[in-house]
Protein backbone atom coordinates (compact mmCIF):
# COMPACT_ATOMS: atom_id res chain seq x y z
CA UNK A 1 0.00 0.00 0.00
CA UNK A 2 1.63 3.51 -0.62
CA UNK A 3 2.74 5.84 1.91
CA UNK A 4 0.77 8.67 3.25
CA UNK A 5 1.64 12.12 4.14
CA UNK A 6 0.79 14.52 6.88
CA UNK A 7 -1.70 17.73 6.37
CA UNK A 8 -5.08 18.81 6.00
CA UNK A 9 -5.64 17.12 2.84
CA UNK A 10 -4.35 13.63 2.94
CA UNK A 11 -4.81 12.26 0.03
CA UNK A 12 -3.08 9.45 -1.87
CA UNK A 13 0.66 10.39 -2.97
CA UNK A 14 0.57 9.74 -6.93
CA UNK A 15 2.12 7.04 -8.12
CA UNK A 16 5.05 6.96 -10.65
CA UNK A 17 5.16 5.43 -14.00
CA UNK A 18 7.40 2.65 -13.28
CA UNK A 19 7.06 -0.43 -11.84
CA UNK A 20 9.55 -0.26 -9.06
CA UNK A 21 7.67 2.35 -7.56
CA UNK A 22 4.54 0.74 -7.85
CA UNK A 23 5.56 -2.33 -6.22
CA UNK A 24 7.05 -0.54 -3.21
CA UNK A 25 4.02 1.17 -3.10
CA UNK A 26 2.16 -1.59 -2.12
CA UNK A 27 4.34 -4.05 -0.08
CA UNK A 28 5.10 -1.27 2.24
CA UNK A 29 4.03 -2.33 5.56
CA UNK A 30 1.19 -0.59 7.81
CA UNK A 31 2.66 2.57 9.05
CA UNK A 32 1.10 1.78 12.83
CA UNK A 33 1.86 -1.67 13.52
CA UNK A 34 -0.54 -4.52 14.95
CA UNK A 35 -0.46 -4.00 18.63
CA UNK A 36 0.47 -0.38 18.39
CA UNK A 37 -3.01 1.36 17.88
CA UNK A 38 -4.52 3.15 20.58
CA UNK A 39 -8.24 3.97 20.51
CA UNK A 40 -9.63 7.23 21.26
CA UNK A 41 -10.69 8.40 24.25
CA UNK A 42 -14.38 8.32 23.73
CA UNK A 43 -14.29 4.66 22.13
CA UNK A 44 -14.56 1.70 23.58
CA UNK A 45 -12.73 -1.41 22.94
CA UNK A 46 -14.09 -4.08 20.99
CA UNK A 47 -14.09 -7.10 22.67
CA UNK A 48 -13.30 -10.00 20.44
CA UNK A 49 -12.44 -8.21 16.77
CA UNK A 50 -10.63 -11.63 15.81
CA UNK A 51 -13.81 -13.45 15.82
CA UNK A 52 -15.00 -10.63 13.99
CA UNK A 53 -15.24 -11.40 9.99
CA UNK A 54 -16.57 -10.51 7.00
CA UNK A 55 -19.92 -12.97 7.10
CA UNK A 56 -19.39 -13.81 10.77
CA UNK A 57 -22.76 -12.96 11.88
CA UNK A 58 -24.41 -13.77 8.93
CA UNK A 59 -25.49 -17.58 9.14
CA UNK A 60 -26.08 -16.82 12.84
CA UNK A 61 -28.81 -14.26 12.07
CA UNK A 62 -30.16 -15.45 8.51
CA UNK A 63 -29.59 -18.83 8.34
CA UNK A 64 -32.65 -20.27 9.95
CA UNK A 65 -34.99 -17.94 8.38
CA UNK A 66 -33.41 -17.65 4.48
CA UNK A 67 -32.51 -20.98 3.36
CA UNK A 68 -28.78 -19.80 3.65
CA UNK A 69 -26.51 -22.97 5.57
CA UNK A 70 -22.79 -22.28 6.21
CA UNK A 71 -21.51 -24.74 3.71
CA UNK A 72 -23.54 -23.49 0.46
CA UNK A 73 -23.72 -24.52 -3.61
CA UNK A 74 -21.46 -23.77 -5.77
CA UNK A 75 -22.98 -20.63 -8.06
CA UNK A 76 -24.25 -21.48 -10.97
CA UNK A 77 -24.90 -18.07 -12.12
CA UNK A 78 -22.56 -16.48 -14.30
CA UNK A 79 -20.17 -19.01 -13.66
CA UNK A 80 -18.78 -19.14 -16.83
CA UNK A 81 -17.31 -15.86 -16.47
CA UNK A 82 -17.03 -15.27 -12.51
CA UNK A 83 -13.61 -14.66 -10.97
CA UNK A 84 -12.78 -16.58 -7.83
CA UNK A 85 -11.74 -14.73 -5.02
CA UNK A 86 -11.41 -15.14 -1.16
CA UNK A 87 -11.78 -12.28 2.02
CA UNK A 88 -9.08 -13.65 5.06
CA UNK A 89 -8.89 -11.90 8.70
CA UNK A 90 -7.03 -12.95 11.97
CA UNK A 91 -8.56 -15.90 12.72
CA UNK A 92 -7.18 -17.39 9.24
CA UNK A 93 -3.77 -16.87 10.69
CA UNK A 94 -1.17 -17.45 8.19
CA UNK A 95 -2.22 -18.26 4.68
CA UNK A 96 -0.64 -20.32 1.91
CA UNK A 97 -1.28 -17.90 -0.46
CA UNK A 98 0.34 -19.90 -3.65
CA UNK A 99 -1.53 -23.18 -2.89
CA UNK A 100 -4.41 -21.17 -3.57
CA UNK A 101 -3.35 -19.55 -6.72
CA UNK A 102 -2.71 -22.74 -8.15
CA UNK A 103 -6.38 -23.73 -7.27
CA UNK A 104 -7.50 -20.86 -9.08
CA UNK A 105 -8.20 -17.41 -6.60
CA UNK A 106 -7.32 -14.67 -7.95
CA UNK A 107 -8.50 -11.66 -5.97
CA UNK A 108 -8.62 -11.57 -1.79
CA UNK A 109 -9.40 -9.11 0.70
CA UNK A 110 -8.08 -9.05 3.82
CA UNK A 111 -9.45 -7.70 7.01
CA UNK A 112 -7.49 -4.47 7.94
CA UNK A 113 -9.21 -3.19 10.68
CA UNK A 114 -12.07 -2.77 13.33
CA UNK A 115 -13.51 0.33 14.82
CA UNK A 116 -10.21 2.50 15.31
CA UNK A 117 -8.41 0.52 18.37
CA UNK A 118 -7.73 -2.45 15.92
CA UNK A 119 -5.69 -4.24 13.59
CA UNK A 120 -5.38 -7.41 11.92
CA UNK A 121 -2.11 -9.04 13.69
CA UNK A 122 -1.57 -10.98 10.46
CA UNK A 123 -2.21 -7.97 8.23
CA UNK A 124 1.43 -7.48 6.17
CA UNK A 125 1.64 -11.87 6.02
CA UNK A 126 -1.99 -12.13 4.09
CA UNK A 127 -1.73 -8.81 2.23
CA UNK A 128 1.79 -8.95 1.08
CA UNK A 129 1.10 -12.61 0.71
CA UNK A 130 -2.04 -12.34 -1.47
CA UNK A 131 0.43 -9.90 -4.04
CA UNK A 132 3.43 -11.64 -4.40
CA UNK A 133 1.36 -14.99 -5.43
CA UNK A 134 0.11 -13.24 -8.30
CA UNK A 135 -3.21 -12.47 -7.13
CA UNK A 136 -5.60 -8.76 -7.05
CA UNK A 137 -5.85 -7.66 -3.74
CA UNK A 138 -7.36 -5.11 -1.79
CA UNK A 139 -8.38 -4.70 2.49
CA UNK A 140 -11.46 -4.61 4.40
CA UNK A 141 -13.09 -3.22 7.55
CA UNK A 142 -15.41 -4.74 10.21
CA UNK A 143 -17.73 -1.12 11.13
CA UNK A 144 -18.76 -0.97 14.74
CA UNK A 145 -21.06 1.99 14.29
CA UNK A 146 -21.98 2.68 18.10
CA UNK A 147 -17.88 2.70 18.63
CA UNK A 148 -17.18 5.98 16.86
CA UNK A 149 -18.13 8.08 13.80
CA UNK A 150 -18.20 6.95 10.36
CA UNK A 151 -16.14 9.38 9.30
CA UNK A 152 -12.93 8.51 12.74
CA UNK A 153 -13.13 5.04 11.30
CA UNK A 154 -12.64 5.50 7.58
CA UNK A 155 -9.61 7.58 8.43
CA UNK A 156 -8.10 5.12 10.86
CA UNK A 157 -9.32 2.29 7.73
CA UNK A 158 -7.19 4.35 5.81
CA UNK A 159 -4.67 4.47 7.62
CA UNK A 160 -4.03 1.07 8.48
CA UNK A 161 -4.08 -0.59 5.81
CA UNK A 162 -7.17 0.76 3.71
CA UNK A 163 -5.47 2.63 1.14
CA UNK A 164 -5.49 2.64 -2.71
CA UNK A 165 -2.83 2.89 -5.10
CA UNK A 166 -3.64 3.29 -8.99
CA UNK A 167 -1.15 0.09 -9.54
CA UNK A 168 -3.83 -1.95 -10.95
CA UNK A 169 -3.62 -4.58 -8.62
CA UNK A 170 -5.19 -2.83 -5.57
CA UNK A 171 -8.77 -2.97 -4.93
CA UNK A 172 -10.86 -0.22 -3.04
CA UNK A 173 -11.32 -1.06 0.35
CA UNK A 174 -14.27 -2.56 1.40
CA UNK A 175 -16.76 -1.11 4.56
CA UNK A 176 -18.46 -4.45 6.17
CA UNK A 177 -21.43 -3.64 7.64
CA UNK A 178 -23.13 -6.22 9.08
CA UNK A 179 -25.24 -7.64 12.17
CA UNK A 180 -23.85 -6.02 15.71
CA UNK A 181 -21.41 -8.90 17.34
CA UNK A 182 -21.63 -7.21 20.91
CA UNK A 183 -24.86 -6.20 21.16
CA UNK A 184 -28.29 -4.56 19.08
CA UNK A 185 -28.78 -5.60 15.95
CA UNK A 186 -28.22 -2.03 14.31
CA UNK A 187 -26.33 -0.52 16.84
CA UNK A 188 -28.68 1.52 18.86
CA UNK A 189 -29.54 3.47 15.55
CA UNK A 190 -32.34 4.58 13.80
CA UNK A 191 -32.35 3.93 10.02
CA UNK A 192 -31.21 8.14 9.45
CA UNK A 193 -28.94 7.48 11.76
CA UNK A 194 -27.24 4.74 10.03
CA UNK A 195 -27.51 5.91 6.86
CA UNK A 196 -25.60 9.02 7.95
CA UNK A 197 -22.84 7.16 9.37
CA UNK A 198 -22.42 5.18 6.52
CA UNK A 199 -22.57 7.92 4.24
CA UNK A 200 -19.59 10.16 6.29
CA UNK A 201 -17.39 6.32 6.11
CA UNK A 202 -17.94 6.36 2.52
CA UNK A 203 -17.26 10.09 1.59
CA UNK A 204 -14.44 10.24 4.35
CA UNK A 205 -12.80 7.23 2.70
CA UNK A 206 -13.34 9.04 -0.71
CA UNK A 207 -11.60 12.14 0.43
CA UNK A 208 -8.94 9.87 1.72
CA UNK A 209 -8.17 7.58 -1.07
CA UNK A 210 -9.97 9.08 -3.89
CA UNK A 211 -12.54 6.01 -4.40
CA UNK A 212 -15.41 5.02 -3.05
CA UNK A 213 -15.48 1.68 -0.85
CA UNK A 214 -17.05 -1.25 -1.50
CA UNK A 215 -20.14 -2.06 0.57
CA UNK A 216 -20.41 -5.56 1.77
CA UNK A 217 -24.06 -5.64 3.50
CA UNK A 218 -27.21 -8.45 3.24
CA UNK A 219 -29.87 -7.26 1.84
CA UNK A 220 -31.74 -8.36 5.09
CA UNK A 221 -29.20 -6.34 7.46
CA UNK A 222 -29.75 -3.60 4.89
CA UNK A 223 -33.81 -3.63 5.20
CA UNK A 224 -33.73 -3.51 8.88
CA UNK A 225 -30.91 -1.35 9.40
CA UNK A 226 -31.15 0.95 6.63
CA UNK A 227 -34.86 1.05 6.32
CA UNK A 228 -33.52 -0.32 2.06
CA UNK A 229 -31.57 3.08 1.76
CA UNK A 230 -30.84 3.50 -2.01
CA UNK A 231 -28.61 6.04 -1.56
CA UNK A 232 -25.40 4.35 -2.09
CA UNK A 233 -26.04 1.98 -5.21
CA UNK A 234 -24.62 4.73 -7.85
CA UNK A 235 -21.34 5.19 -6.31
CA UNK A 236 -20.25 2.15 -4.20
CA UNK A 237 -20.14 -1.62 -5.66
CA UNK A 238 -21.79 -4.36 -3.78
CA UNK A 239 -20.51 -7.27 -1.84
CA UNK A 240 -23.13 -9.26 -1.08
CA UNK A 241 -23.39 -12.22 1.51
CA UNK A 242 -25.87 -15.23 0.19
CA UNK A 243 -24.73 -19.38 1.24
CA UNK A 244 -27.08 -20.74 -1.60
CA UNK A 245 -26.89 -21.20 -5.05
CA UNK A 246 -28.29 -17.92 -6.51
CA UNK A 247 -27.70 -14.12 -5.45
CA UNK A 248 -30.92 -13.74 -4.31
CA UNK A 249 -32.67 -10.18 -4.03
CA UNK A 250 -30.64 -7.10 -3.91
CA UNK A 251 -30.66 -4.11 -1.16
CA UNK A 252 -32.33 -1.47 -2.88
CA UNK A 253 -30.47 1.11 -5.11
CA UNK A 254 -28.08 -1.86 -7.05
CA UNK A 255 -29.21 -2.84 -9.91
CA UNK A 256 -26.32 -5.39 -9.94
CA UNK A 257 -24.08 -6.77 -7.73
CA UNK A 258 -19.87 -6.72 -8.08
CA UNK A 259 -19.04 -9.86 -5.59
CA UNK A 260 -20.68 -12.53 -4.16
CA UNK A 261 -20.02 -13.97 -1.13
CA UNK A 262 -21.45 -17.86 -1.87
CA UNK A 263 -19.57 -20.03 0.49
CA UNK A 264 -18.30 -19.76 4.27
CA UNK A 265 -16.86 -23.39 3.78
CA UNK A 266 -14.03 -23.65 1.18
CA UNK A 267 -10.97 -25.44 0.97
CA UNK A 268 -7.89 -24.19 3.17
CA UNK A 269 -9.96 -20.72 3.56
CA UNK A 270 -13.35 -20.57 4.05
CA UNK A 271 -15.11 -17.57 2.57
CA UNK A 272 -15.41 -17.90 -1.27
CA UNK A 273 -16.14 -15.23 -3.43
CA UNK A 274 -17.20 -14.64 -7.31
CA UNK A 275 -16.35 -11.66 -8.86
CA UNK A 276 -19.39 -10.67 -10.90
CA UNK A 277 -17.30 -10.18 -14.65
CA UNK A 278 -14.19 -11.09 -16.33
CA UNK A 279 -10.49 -10.98 -14.91
CA UNK A 280 -10.16 -7.77 -16.98
CA UNK A 281 -13.19 -5.99 -15.64
CA UNK A 282 -12.02 -7.22 -11.93
CA UNK A 283 -8.61 -5.30 -12.89
CA UNK A 284 -10.56 -1.97 -14.64
CA UNK A 285 -12.37 -1.84 -10.44
CA UNK A 286 -8.79 -2.34 -9.10
CA UNK A 287 -7.22 0.36 -11.22
CA UNK A 288 -10.65 2.85 -11.30
CA UNK A 289 -10.97 5.90 -14.03
Not at 39 to 65: L, N
Not at 163 to 171: F, Y
Not at 226 to 251: A, D, E
Request: charged fraction near 20%.
Amino acid sequence: MPLRRSGPARRTVPLAAGTLVSLLSVLALPLALPGSATASDSEKRPAHPEQDWMGSTIVAHEGSSTGIRAGGLEPQASSRRAVSGVDVSSHNRRVHWKTLHKSGVRFAYVKASEGTSYTNPYFAQQYRGSYSSGMIHGAYHFALPDHSSGSSQAEYFADHGGDWSRDGRTLPGALDMEYNPYGATCYGKSHKSMVSWIRDFVLTYREETGRYPVIYTSTNWWKRCTGNSGKFGRTNPLWIPRYGSSVGSLPRGWEYHSIWQHTSSGHSVGDRNRFNGTYTRLKVLAKGS
